[in-house]
């Protein structure tokens, strides 16, 4: 395949051969189906069939239709030259009821994609909680219900022991923060609850799940890599008054350093006063618990974010200053497009000395693709991926532990709230017709990884 894009001025060879790259996707997000051979529903299932929660009206019902079409995708990820494949596990296809009897149909669909990779020569990178939480479990408190730790215990004790065989890399979840930011606390995501009071305990009780899952993981599959991610954003004051400051430094702790710290075992961030309430949650011995030594952790970062403070934003007193506001190139998402982040924030992630390895297990954008003549020109998102790319290569020739790329994502898809008006695949998708055409951004990509 000849890439429209010829002189790429990065090179995959700068990276190194052990450098790992990727393409990444969620279950919710791709696999439509969302009752097909014995799935039980999750929160997004329920969350999206209420009025008004998601843009425009639409639903993940259908999605992309992996669940039907992986064959296909999987051969474009092969025909892109990528090696690595992240996907997620739903859920409520393997425990339909989020607990007791185990759908075999499920945890068979996902052994025909892990077969399906392997005999493509892609390695299948899983994670196991990617938001969508069987409803059944939201029934009874879903992340606010400590019982959620040994609920996710035995799910994913399941999937060890039906995929551990083949698959080598696993990461336990996906961004804490935001599932439970936006789900728990901001009621924007599923299942669409609000306040302090559900967002306290779904923190707490997402870290104990974390390190959980990890250790049964560890268990089972003493040879397997095991991660977990998180979101990441960096994160600089509006100014150098020293309110602005400190405001800053609070939204940093809240968005960079609230789950992994615990994790690291550092406890959870000081600076967060509103974490106060949170201690009624903590019990005797969680404190040991919180902690593991993962083989590595994943980060996602898309932008920065410029901070103020505020009066008038409970709890944290502090407020964004929209890119919009700023006048700076944005994406679809209203999201800064700004390079130099990723490399702040795999220098900051670097600095622990407990963090043993960092993958970038999301990097991508969205901007209003049009197929024109049967071909997609996405000039600014191979702009966008070149340019955080170069970022990333600076960081790791000064010694940062980076060890790897995946792009979100393969194809467009449904993007949560904002439904499928961003566009963020490399490949494009007519939701039509399901068709898919491999965008200039997936022929470059392509290119790269020759
Ligand atoms: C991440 C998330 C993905 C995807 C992406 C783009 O936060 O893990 O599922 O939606 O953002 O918004």
């Known amino acids: 395949m000849d890439s429209t894009i010829q002189d790429t001025p990065i090179n995959k060879k700068h990276f190194g051969e052990d450098f790992t790259w990727g393409v990444s996707t969620a279950a919710v997000q791709?696999?439509?189906?969302h009752d097909a051979d014995g799935k039980g529903e999750s929160i997004w299932d329920v969350f999206t069939a209420k009025k008004g929660k998601i843009l425009n009206g639409h639903h993940h019902r259908t999605a992309t239709d992996f669940?039907?079409?992986y064959q296909d995708d999987i051969d474009l990820i092969k025909q892109l030259n990528i090696p690595n494949f992240r996907f997620s596990i739903s859920w409520a296809r393997i425990l339909p009821d989020g607990t007791g009897a185990v759908n075999?149909?499920?945890?068979?669909?996902?052994?025909?994609?892990?077969?399906?990779?392997?005999?493509?020569?892609?390695?299948?990178?899983?994670?196991?909680y990617h938001w969508d939480l069987p409803h059944a479990?939201?029934?009874?408190?879903?992340?606010t219900n400590r019982a959620v730790v040994d609920w996710f215990t035995e799910y994913v004790k399941i999937c060890a022991n039906a995929f551990g065989d083949r698959v080598k890399h696993w990461m336990v979840m996906n961004e804490p923060a935001v599932f439970t930011g936006a789900g728990y606390f901001f009621g924007i995501h599923a299942p669409g609850k609000t306040g302090i009071k559900n967002f306290m305990p779904a923190i707490h009780h997402a870290v104990l799940s974390i390190t959980a899952g990890a250790r049964v993981l560890r268990g089972a599959l003493p040879d397997a890599e095991i991660g977990t991610t998180f979101s990441c954003s960096y994160i600089e004051p509006y100014s150098d008054n020293p309110k602005d400051v400190a405001a800053a430094v609070r939204v940093d702790a809240l968005l960079n350093r609230l789950?992994?710290?615990?994790?690291?075992?550092?406890?959870?961030?000081?600076?967060l006063a509103v974490l106060k309430g949170m201690e009624k949650y903590i019990l005797p011995g969680d404190e040991d618990n919180l902690k593991f030594e993962f083989d590595f952790i994943g980060i996602q970062n898309y932008t920065r974010e410029i901070v103020k403070y505020s009066f008038f934003?409970?709890?944290?007193h502090a407020s964004l200053v929209k890119a919009q506001k700023r006048k700076v190139p944005v994406t679809?998402?209203?999201?800064?497009?700004?390079?130099?982040?990723?490399?702040?924030?795999?220098?900051?992630?670097?600095?622990y000395p407990q963090i043993k390895k960092i993958y970038l297990t999301e990097s991508g954008a969205a901007f209003p693709d049009e197929i024109i003549n049967g071909e997609v020109n996405d000039p600014k998102r191979v702009e966008y991926l070149q340019n955080y790319l170069q970022q990333v290569l600076k960081a790791k020739n000064e010694g940062c532990k980076v060890s790897g790329y995946f792009i979100w994502t393969l194809t467009d898809n449904f993007e949560w709230a904002e439904g499928y008006k961003p566009r963020f695949g490399i490949i494009y998708v007519d939701f039509e017709t399901q068709q898919r055409t491999i965008k200039a951004s997936g022929l470059w990509y392509a290119n790269l990884l020759r």
């Open 104 to 128: 075999q149909a499920g945890i068979d669909y996902y052994n025909r994609i892990i077969d399906y990779c392997l005999q493509q020569g892609i390695q299948p990178w899983l994670t196991l």
């Open 30 to 33: 791709i696999e439509g189906a």
């Open 259 to 271: 789950f992994i710290e615990p994790i690291l075992g550092l406890g959870y961030p000081a600076e």
């Open 332 to 351: 679809t998402m209203g999201w800064e497009v700004y390079p130099a982040s990723i490399y702040h924030m795999l220098k900051k992630y670097d600095k």
């Open 313 to 316: 934003t409970p709890y944290i």
């Open 137 to 143: 479990l939201e029934l009874q408190g879903g992340w």
């Open 67 to 69: 669940y039907n079409r």
